[in-house]
């Protein structure tokens, strides 16, 4: 499927990277929802350990909490929403980038979002005219959620599909461009008037992170291209070493009143293949 191909609004195929992804979140959140049934200070404990506090990141070492935060949800409503959302834009994304593609998406999203909003809530708080702005970024409140990554995906889904139709509240449509606009809009008006804006702010910072991967990532992916750079490396560095080596050895058979050729890449020229004429054939038969 490409992007100028026509969209319906029917739910594409379960399958591939969105499944695994949507079981995962889906099997998390009743696994908690147990749990915190069975003990509420379980439930708690694992809530405050797993989903992303700032002051917990910086101050306790809690670098786990940058990508467990989305599989820790709560409001069956919400959840199930961004779920659809997550099959739906996922799945098509899946289709013309490929499974490592969209869960690289996904991870990057997820995992820029909460790295930015952790420091962006670390830093002193901003004043202009004696007035401090967004005081209210508290870093010891913990957030999570599948909506802040999500926002990341609905952004790179714009960007592919951004005529395709949604249907608001399963009632108004509107293009998927015009809908992240407005979630964009949303998100901000969040940030500046709301009591505690962090969740704003990680879903900001979430959907800045899932934009710069569908700008600078490959269709390959991420992982794909830095093992193309390493392995690239790689040789460059056993090539160089091989050049080296040969100009050892040139120097050495030099002193033995030898003389010994290589080529640029390091390999030995035989004498009969130094004297041989490019042009001339009879040496092939």
């Known amino acids: 499927m490409s992007p100028r191909d026509p969209v319906t ?9 969105v499944r695994r992804l ?3 979140l889906l099997a998390v959140y009743l696994l908690t929802g147990l749990l915190a049934l069975v003990s509420p200070a379980v439930g708690r404990f694992l809530q405050l350990f797993f989903l992303l506090t700032p002051w917990a990141v910086v101050r306790h070492g809690y670098v786990w909490q940058l990508l467990t935060y989305p599989f820790f949800n709560s409001g069956i409503i919400s959840f199930a929403f961004a779920l659809l959302n997550l099959w739906f834009t996922g799945a098509m994304l899946e289709d013309i980038r490929g499974s490592r593609w969209f ?17 962006l ?24 959620g599948v909506g802040a990554p999500l926002f990341g995906v609905l952004i790179a889904f714009a960007v592919f599909f951004g005529d395709t139709e949604f249907l608001l509240f399963f009632v108004l449509r509107a ?5 992240v606009w407005m979630g964009g809009l949303i998100y901000v008006a969040m940030l500046i008037f709301e009591g505690n804006a962090l969740w704003a702010l990680l879903a900001i910072c979430s959907g800045l992170s899932g934009y710069a991967y569908t ?20 040789n460059g560095y056993y090539r160089w070493k091989r050049r080296r ?25 035989a004498p009969e293949e130094e004297e041989r004429n490019p042009q001339d054939r009879k040496w092939m038969n």
Request: hydrophobic share 45%; proline share 6%.
């Open 9 to 17: 609004l029917t739910l594409p195929p379960f399958r591939g990277a």
């Open 22 to 24: 949507v079981i995962a």
């Open 103 to 119: 869960t690289e998406l996904f991870y990057v999203s997820a995992l820029g979002g909460s790295i930015l909003a952790t420091l």
């Open 121 to 144: 809530t670390a830093l002193p708080p901003l004043v202009t005219g004696g007035r401090v702005i967004l005081p209210h970024l508290d870093p010891t409140i913990a957030v999570g």
């Open 175 to 179: 293009k998927a461009k015009y809908v």
């Open 215 to 234: 700008k600078l990532a490959r269709r390959t992916g991420l992982s794909a291209s830095t093992s193309e750079r390493w392995y690239g490396m790689r």
């Open 245 to 269: 080596a040969a100009r050892k050895f040139e120097v050495y058979m030099r002193k033995q009143d030898r003389i010994v050729k290589f080529d640029e890449d390091g390999r030995y020229i």
